[in-house]
C-alpha cells in the first residue's frame, strides 16, 4: 500500500507531501490544477519516463520519494533482491532527476531500470480513459483473457513459446543451407581453399609469431652478442687478449681485497662489516662469468637456422593479414570452416534432417496450441459472463458481452487463437467488436467490469484509476461510484475525478490547486475534512461552494455515501 509521496521541484510542483490512506483516495481539482502533475511523480519514481525537461524552472534537480507498506509478495521480493532496509519491512523508492539524467534508490540502493520494473508490476496497475482503448487490441485481450489462467494454463503457453521459438530457429538454419547449387558450390570451393591455406600454415600456438620474432632478432645479432658477451667476461675474468682484460682481472683484484681486509680484521673486528658485502659480491660475480660463458656457447650462428625462422615468419604474417589481425583470430577461422565445410558438404543430408526437426516440431505446436485453446475458450467462456454480471451492476443491464476465439491459419508464439471483445449495448442488436461500437463511456465501464474481476484475484495492492468517468451521468454514475467503492474493500484505489458523486465516496479526499502570482506558478494539496470537504463537493457539483442548495446537495451525496459503505 503506498502511504505517502513526497514530490519537490517537479514541474509546476515546488514541495508538497501527501499521505494516502487504505480504502478509496479521491484527488479532485480545476482542470489543469496539477492532478496528473501527482501522477507522472508517482509513474516517475516508479520508472516511468521523465527527463530534465520536469525539472521545476529555477532548480537544479527533481527528487521524488515514495514509502510503502509492503505487501508479503512485495517482502519476498525485497528479501529476494536483497534490498530490505530494516526489519520493519518498510519500502522507501526514491528518483533524483538531474540535467544530465537520473538515479532511482530501493531503500537507499541504487537499481537498474529493470529492477524497478519488476517492483512496480508487484505495487500498483494504472488505468485511465484514453487506456480503456486498449479493450480493442486483440494481443491485449489475449494477455489478460491468459493472466487469469491458472498455473497448468501458463504452463501450457511457455510450451507453446518454446517450441516456437525452436521451430524458428531450425527455419532460420534451414534458409541458410537452402541456397542455389551454384552458390552452394562457390562457397564451398572459397571456404576450402581458405581452409587449406591455413591448414597448410599448421598453426598451434597462437603466440608462434611473437617467439620466432624473438628468436630472429636474437640471430641476426649473434655476433655482436657474443663479442659484446666475451669482452664482458673477459673484463670480469682477466681472460681474452683484448687490452681491457690484460692484467690483473675483476674478480683477482676483489679477491686480493678480501684477502687484505680478512688478514686485517684480526687487529679491528668491525672490519667484518665490509668483509661480508665483498663476501657476496665476489659470489655474485663468480655466478655472472659462468652465467656469460653459458650465453656465449648457447649462441647459435648458423645461417640456415635464420633462414628458416625467416621464411616461417613471413608465412605467419601473410596468414595474419588475410585471417588476422592475430594468429589466434586465424586458428579460430580455421576451426570455423571446419564446421561450415562439413554443412555445405551434406548441405542435402543435413537440409532433410532439419525439415524432420521442423515437421515434428511444427506437430507439436499444432497439438500443444490447440490444447492452450481449449483452455482459452473456457477461460473466454467464464469471463465473459462475469464481464456481463458486471456490467448489469455499472448499469448496462441489458447489454450481452462474448469473447470470440477465432482460429488462425499459422500458430504463432502465442499459440493459434486470437481474440476479440464483442459487446451488443442493446437487446436486439448482434453482438459487435468493442472497436466498432462502444462509446468512450462504455469502454470506461467496460474496463471497470474486467479491471473488478482480475482485482479479486490480482496482489498488486494499488489501483489507479485516471477519470475513468469522464463522459459519464446518472445512473452510470452511480454504478461506477458503488463499484469503486466495493473494490477498495480490497485495494488500495487512487481515483482522479470531477464528478461529485464518486468524491463522495472517499475515505480520503485530496485537493490539488494551482496558485499564480505575477512571477511564479505553484501546485498545492491539502486533505479535506469536515466543512471543507462539503464546499468541495458543492463547487464540484454547482460550481459555488457556499450556497444553501450546492451545501444541501453536498450533504446528501455524503449521507448516500456513507450508506453505500455500510
Known sequence: MLESLEIKDFALIEQIKIDWKNGLNILTGETGAGKSIVMDALSAVLGGKVGPQF???????????????????????????????DESMTLVVSREITKTGSKVRINGTIVNHSHLQELRALLITVHAQHEARTLMSPQSQLEMLDSLGTDAHRKMIDEVRTVYAQRKELLAELSELEISEQERTRRLDFATFQFEELSEAHLTDAEEDERLSHDHNKLAHARVLEESVSTARGLLNGEGDSEEANGKSTIDSLQEALACLEKAERYDSTLQALTEPLKTSLFHLEEAIAELRRYRDSLDIDPETLNQIETRLSVLTGIKKKYGPTLQAAIETRDSLTVE????TRSSEKIEEIKGEADALYQRLIKQSESLSASRKKLAADLASKVEKELKDLGMER???QIAVEKLTEPSGSGIDRLEFLIA???????????K??????????????????????YVPTVIFDEIDTGMSGKALQAVRDKLSVLSRSH??????????IAAVADNHIEVAKRQTAKDTSVSVRALTGDERLKQLAQMASGEGDTKAALDFARALVQQAEQIRQ
Open 492 to 501: 488500495q484505489i487512487l481515483c482522479i475525478t470531477h464528478q461529485p458523486i
Open 341 to 344: 565445410i562439413d554443412n555445405l
Open 437 to 458: 461500437i462502444a462509446s468512450g463511456g462504455e469502454l470506461s465501464r467496460i474496463m471497470l467490469a474486467v479491471k473488478s474481476i482480475f482485482a479479486r484475484g490480482d
Open 425 to 435: 449495448p442493446n437487446p436486439g442488436q448482434p453482438p459487435q467488436s468493442l472497436a
Open 399 to 401: 447489454a450481452s458481452f
Open 55 to 85: 525539472i521545476r524552472i529555477g532548480a537544479e534537480r527533481s527528487k521524488i520519494e515514495a514509502t510503502f507498506q509492503p505487501t508479503p509478495r512485495v517482502e519476498a521480493w525485497l528479501k529476494r533482491e536483497e534490498l530490505v532496509d
